[in-house]
């Protein structure tokens, strides 16, 4: 029986070529393989079947201040932990769309976090830092510098980002793909008329980058001010929902995992549940 592929404006895959690929997948996970990325949280690491897979497609989505490029940071300094991933045995790379904020701002608040001192007293702002403290911030920074991070600082459109990915994977064709991106409000129109019609051109691009990389996309979303409604301070309608996300419809359809951060305090609510 003939079981090769046919090329004709797409390409034609026999089933049997795909039942390969996933008794490939079984059988590297039966042999203890480590196909994911750990994070500091076991919780977290079983609702995502042992950690954060590639060939996935996750939403990080938060009202505004939840702490959504904190958490990614978080997941950018586990996937890259040698303590936490030390079984995960292929090279990687991580690719960072940092829309948001530069990477010298996401180093200064790594640290902030990691040696106890606000992001103001780094700055110098009100205090001069001491030089035992600019020793230790010293130190710590040494530790977040990787050699398989990288950082995109400037907004692009959607082909813009398209073709950056596709450039920087055909530098490290060997090396498995994390693609991230902070904010996906930030991605700059091209034709697109609306703003909902860029979020689902930019889950369709996603999809397409996913497949034919093998990549692990996380994205960070925003809440819309639904969440804020006074009628929702009710316990049985302050939780989340689909349609809490902006340009929910695109996104929550798209992506293979939602994960929504919230902070009910944020609101006033003190009981939350």
Not at 145 to 171: C, M, P, W
Request: negative net charge; proline residues 3%.
């Amino acid at each position: 029986m003939e079981t090769r592929n046919f090329e004709y404006s797409l390409l034609c895959r026999h089933s049997k070529l795909a039942m390969e690929d996933a008794r490939k997948a079984i059988e590297e996970g039966m042999y203890g393989e480590q196909l994911y990325m750990h994070t500091r949280y076991p919780k977290l690491n079983k609702i995502m079947l042992g950690g954060f897979r590639f060939n996935n497609f996750v939403l990080l989505a938060g009202p505004s201040g939840g702490g959504k490029s904190m958490f990614l940071n978080i997941l950018h300094r586990d996937f890259l932990s040698p303590d936490l991933n030390s079984g995960f045995k292929y090279p990687f790379k991580v690719l960072h769309f940092n829309f948001e904020m530069s990477g010298a701002d996401e180093i200064l608040r790594a640290v902030s976090g990691k040696v106890n001192i606000s992001y103001g007293d780094l700055l110098s702002s009100e205090t001069l830092l001491t030089k035992e403290q600019f020793e230790l911030v010293g130190a710590s920074m040494n530790t977040l510098v990787n050699d398989n991070l990288y950082y995109v600082e400037k907004a692009g459109s959607i082909q813009e980002i398209r073709e950056t990915i596709y450039k920087f994977h055909s530098h490290f064709p060997e090396d498995k793909l994390i693609v991230t991106l902070d904010h996906t409000l930030l991605v700059k129109e091209l034709d697109e008329k609306s703003e909902i019609e860029l979020l689902a051109n930019l889950a369709k691009m996603f999809i397409e980058v996913r497949k034919d990389l093998g990549a692990m996309i996380i994205t960070i979303g925003q809440l819309n001010d639904k969440m804020e409604d006074p009628r929702r301070r009710d316990p049985f309608l302050m939780y989340p929902t689909k349609t809490d996300i902006h340009g929910s419809k695109q996104f929550y359809h798209a992506a293979d995992v939602v994960m929504v951060l919230n902070r009910p305090e944020l609101l006033n609510i003190e009981a939350y549940g």
